[in-house]
């Protein structure tokens, strides 16, 4: 960003064309500047808003940096110390890193397969229904992280929960379970939870793709005797490539960082410490113990992590349009 | 630590204060009265933070304070509620921004933290110039106190003895037990008669709750040698305590959501009427009751039990007004903090809250109620009155949940009480030797 900045730097007003002899150059030139010019203004404010908090976590990575230094302004550089601790760290290998990564590929899965399953039904319902139902995923799209938390809290409460009375009086267990304390069930209701909250957005996504799908295509397979699935899977699909790819890229982001979702259920926030994920292991380590170097290195690895896997997904994308 | 901290260690903190005391007096006019009307803060206004959770709205308690503070001084007052799950978070934005308000509410085990950082003004001078040195509460002194400065002026404390619902009790034909095998004894006649029901809570994610027992059986949370601090959460005592604890549950007598249940769900529960007795607040009755209202005269307290008789000691949790060193006026600051935790204003604030006074005086008036529900707090407040490790390291601790990870994994049966304990353990030794 910096040095896109600095090449809008000299694309002022004084650089505007020359003599006619060097029209056609200074043209381009302009062109080539112009749209820079234009952005300006707006990068100007992304880098304020963006890029200098990126800069100071980055920075704060490289030192012990405490409620003391908070106070007192003076930096204690500490060079790659936190990030020693972070990857010699038993808990980061066994606890948290399974628990982001194989969380965020389930959510991402299901989030994209029940989301296009969703738009699959909307692109074949009639107007009103279409209206019903899309209004009706909204509203589950809609409902803050918090609130949605809270609901599927109550509903699988051990003592007063919908999930244990039912299992109760279909006579399946006897007496109440805490599904809280269990690391894989903690992760089923935290999956069910973010999957609910995140399939509207690609089911929206979806169906606008399905909807530009054009019919002469899938006629021309039916004609030509594919069945549903394959006139789906080999007609459908490839031309929705796109939006799948901004659909699992975003979601990939989003599950990768779920913080509010684990954070807020029971034992989430610490005391279980099973059920620990990058961004709650960030967050309880840099305001719990004040320790916001090594907290700020957790957030700079994840987001290290998330540009990797977004550039390694966004190339092949882009290698498959090649061919 | 401990009772001790009633006259063992305060011995030092009182002794600096008298002599902080003798010094500033003898320069001072000596017009100790408490009524300064020296102080002029005309066109000022003072910004305050004040922490809110469990304890009944404030809202009009602070009206008047307002009205009394702009009378006295001519300052207007700003204060901003805060819920003490986002305070510290606030503290260390408003700290790092140089927002801090010039007087806020900080609990006991915060102090000497924001102290060791550098954020708060100590306050022996005031103390003494209004010549409050030897009337404040012992214990609160001392968890003010930091490297032999006071950073806290003591406002109130609590304290969490055994809170048991009446009818129940008389239902399943038990008395208010007075030892470990009457608890349980009791326990099991309540689950007998009301098998639905929480004979007796026992939560996974309230530290304040599990001591008790730690103590109660002889054991220490953490002691202080010089400068090391080790804990005794993996003494063959303190296991003997926790096995009784969670035993409790094992045995059935809790419930399966009180693994993960923190005192606030406790509150909700036993205000519900689902609950036979739990370890609660001083504090605690007024918001059952705003809770449910038919709650109201069906429920009472004891001290918690000691192991054969008399009393396990119980925290002492507490708050500060503390004076942040970026407050303009200090002197308009303390005639805040005076007004406070002193005289009508104090009295008022702990009847209201259920809260002990932190000034000796009001304390002793507090302590001769013969209120049901303030009585046996109040007993287990003189008698059986405990503080956790004073050290800004603490604070940590109790951020990591080491306390409430061992309770959860103990009671979701994933660990044995002598692994978990000494996982525990290690891991408190380890954050408060962290000397950073």
């Keep these: ?323 | 630590m401990r009772r001790d901290m009633w006259t063992r260690k305060n011995v030092g903190a009182v002794a600096t204060a008298a002599l902080v005391a003798l010094g500033v007096a003898a320069c001072s006019s000596g017009s100790g009265d408490g009524g300064d009307g020296t102080v002029d803060g005309e066109g000022k206004t003072l910004d305050v933070w004040i922490m809110q959770g469990t304890n009944p709205s404030a809202d009009e308690f602070f009206d008047d304070v307002s009205a009394a503070f702009k009378e006295e001084t001519g300052a207007d007052l700003n204060v901003e509620f805060v819920e003490w799950g986002d305070a510290h978070d606030r503290f260390v934005t408003s700290i790092a921004g140089g927002t801090t308000p010039d007087v806020a509410e900080t609990g006991t085990t915060w102090t000497p933290e924001f102290a060791d950082a550098g954020a708060l003004a100590p306050l022996d001078e005031f103390v003494a110039e209004a010549g409050l040195g030897d009337d404040l509460v012992d214990g609160l002194v001392e968890a003010g106190t930091y490297d032999g400065e006071l950073y806290g002026m003591p406002w109130y404390a609590g304290v969490r003895s055994l809170v048991y619902n009446t009818e129940i009790f008389e239902k399943a034909g038990v008395e208010p037990p007075t030892t470990w095998a009457e608890i349980e004894s009791a326990a099991k006649a309540i689950k007998a008669e009301f098998p639905d029901k929480t004979a007796v809570a026992v939560p996974g994610d309230a530290e304040f709750t599990v001591y008790p027992w730690v103590w109660g059986a002889g054991g220490e949370v953490a002691t202080q040698d010089g400068d090391t601090w080790t804990s005794g959460l993996d003494s063959p005592e303190a296991q003997e305590g926790l096995k009784f604890w969670t035993g409790l549950a094992k045995d059935g007598y809790s419930s399966a959501g009180a693994t993960t249940w923190r005192e606030t769900d406790v509150l909700d529960a036993f205000a519900q009427g689902d609950v036979g007795m739990a370890v609660m607040g001083s504090w605690t009755p007024g918001a059952i009751v705003e809770a449910n209202k038919d709650m109201e005269g069906k429920f009472a307290a004891v001290p918690i039990p000691g192991k054969d008789g008399g009393m396990s000691p119980s925290v002492l949790g507490g708050s500060h007004l503390s004076m942040f060193s970026t407050a303009e006026d200090q002197d308009l600051a303390f005639a805040f903090i005076e007004m406070m935790t002193t005289g009508e204003f104090a009295t008022q604030w702990g009847e209201q809250a259920g809260y002990f006074p932190g000034q000796k005086s009001l304390l002793d008036e507090t302590l001769e109620s013969t209120d049901p529900l303030v009585a046996p707090f109040a007993q287990q407040f003189v008698e059986g009155g405990a503080s956790v490790p004073v050290s800004p390291n603490f604070g940590a601790v109790q951020a990591k949940l080491t306390t409430s990870t061992m309770m959860q994994s103990i009671l979701s049966g994933s660990e044995d009480v002598e692994t978990a304990s000494a996982k525990a353990a290690e891991e408190m030794t380890s954050l408060l030797n962290d000397g950073n």
């Design chain 1, 1 to 323: 960003m910096t040095s896109t900045l600095s090449v809008a730097a000299p694309a002022g007003p004084g650089q505007s064309p020359g003599p006619g002899g060097r029209r056609p150059f200074g043209k381009s030139l302009l062109a080539r500047v112009r749209p820079w010019m234009l952005l300006t203004p707006a990068l100007l404010v992304l880098a304020v808003l963006l890029l200098w908090p990126l800069v100071r976590v980055a920075l704060f990575s490289l030192q012990d940096y405490g409620l003391r230094e908070i106070v007192s302004g003076e930096p204690n550089w500490i060079g790659l110390g936190n990030y020693v601790e972070i990857f010699t760290s038993e808990q980061l290998w066994a606890v948290v890193l399974p628990n982001t990564v194989a969380f965020a590929v389930l959510s991402v899965a299901f989030t994209v397969m029940f989301g296009t399953a969703v738009a699959v039904l909307l692109a074949s319902l009639g107007r009103v229904w279409r209206t019903v139902v899309s209004s009706a995923i909204m509203a589950a799209w809609a409902m803050p992280a918090v609130t949605g938390t809270y609901v599927w809290v109550w509903i699988f409460d051990a003592d007063r929960g919908v999930f244990n009375h039912v299992l109760q009086s279909l006579g399946l267990q006897d007496a109440p379970v805490n599904w809280f304390t269990d690391r894989w069930s903690f992760y089923a209701i935290v999956l069910l939870n973010v999957v609910h909250h995140g399939f509207p957005f690609v089911a929206i996504t979806v169906l606008a793709g399905l909807l530009g799908v054009p019919k002469e295509l899938l006629e021309a397979a039916e004609i030509d005797g594919a069945g549903a699935w394959r006139r789906f899977f080999s007609v459908v699909v490839p031309q929705l490539k796109q939006i799948f790819a901004v659909v699992i890229i975003l979601s990939t982001i989003w599950d990768f960082k779920v913080f509010a979702q684990v954070y807020l259920m029971p034992g989430g926030a610490g005391s279980n410490r099973e059920v620990l994920n990058l961004g709650v292991w960030s967050y309880t380590e840099s305001f719990g113990q004040n320790r916001y170097g090594f907290g700020s290195a957790i957030a700079v690895l994840l987001t290290l992590l998330l540009l990797g896997i977004t550039v390694a997904y966004v190339r092949t994308i882009l290698k498959e349009e090649e061919l």
